[in-house]
């Protein structure tokens, strides 16, 4: 993450996903496979995701194949990618769209944390809550 932004320009925050690459998990075929990874970025209010028509030619390589999304329409400042294929990706990056105080004068630039989580391995959820790679198990 840069020290500092100028209003309504695009930037990116990088998460790493350091993990022993030798640890594996079952894969849906029942076969050992690489782990999966995700990470969640939680913004101030006002930045978001940045629109694929604001992000540079680098950023967009950068982001290929990675689908960061909103947690939530009424969260657009929390982004989470994943669960993706860990091997592929140790490294996510976040494009984000500073605010325009000019556009919303609720903005105030100041000093903001920003927090940072990952995930790796089984038992993650997607955005919508759904789980991934678990199994449920009931009796009757």
Request: charged share 20%; aromatic share 8%; glycine share 8%.
């Amino acid at each position: 993450v840069p020290q500092a932004v100028l209003p309504d320009t695009v930037f990116e925050a990088v998460v790493n996903i350091p993990y022993d690459t030798k640890v594996q998990q079952v894969t849906a075929s029942g076969a050992p496979g690489p782990l999966n990874v995700g990470a969640v970025v939680i913004l101030p209010e006002g930045f978001k995701l940045a629109p694929k028509g604001r992000m540079s030619d680098e950023l967009k390589v950068k982001t290929k194949g990675v689908f960061v999304q909103p947690y939530s329409k009424t969260r657009p400042n929390i982004l989470v990618v994943g669960p993706i294929l860990g091997e592929k990706n140790r490294e996510v990056t976040f494009p984000i769209l500073a605010p325009d105080p000019a556009q919303d004068k609720s903005v105030h630039y100041l000093n903001y944390p920003i927090y940072v989580g990952a995930n790796r391995g089984r038992g993650q959820v997607y955005p919508s809550g759904e789980k991934s790679n678990n199994n449920t198990f009931t009796s009757t």
